[in-house]
DNA sequence: GGAGTGATGACA
DNA sequence: GTCATCACTCCA
């Protein structure tokens, strides 16, 4: 099988990272069980700058993990009952990551990481066999005209600049 | 439509 | 120390 795509994947410009990882295969090993899931929901948050993203706020100990290498995790926990899985992105000292918001068969980014069991445990881990969690690539390579581009989800407090943004990638097959 | 839930950051 | 806010899901 394929091997976990190294930190280079992941240290590239955000949405670029974002828009490829649609289509990969997000691999959870625990319990000496190794599953895999296609990776069909996406969403970039990037830089300094964004409202939407936690990192707007400025280097805090939450969000230091941001502005950390890329090929690592970042697990938050919201709403008093949801974890969150993002992997982070671009250069050091540059906050950026992305969501993943939704595999094949587990749409939702909180449901997923209940399915998987993904915890804080998980948090500011390198994505690599060691952690039990990493990311391949998928089968086929899906073509960019059926990853559908969407304004992302529940940032509308961001402001209408940030909250518009086209930074949600969602697969979308066409048969 | 609205509740549940607790970490987090802002302010004092 | 207090307070408001939240990258969500579920049930009505």
Known sequence: MSK?????FFDRPTLQVAEDLIGCMLVRARDGKTERYMITEAE???????????????????????????????IYFVYGIHWMLNVVTGPQDYPSAVLIRGIEGIPGPARLTKALGITKDLNNMILSKKTGLWIEEG?????????????????DYAGPIWSKKLWRFVLSRKN
Not at 4 to 8: D, H, Q
Not at 44 to 65: C, I, M, N, Q, W
């Open 44 to 74: 970039a948050y990037d830089g300094f700058d964004d409202l939407a993203s936690h990192a707007s706020k400025g280097r805090t100990p939450r969000t230091e993990v941001m502005f950390g290498p890329p090929g690592r995790t970042y």
């Open 4 to 8: 976990p795509l190294p930190s280079s």
């Open 139 to 155: 089968p086929a390579k899906i073509s960019s005209s059926d990853i559908q581009k969407t304004p992302r989800i529940g940032v």
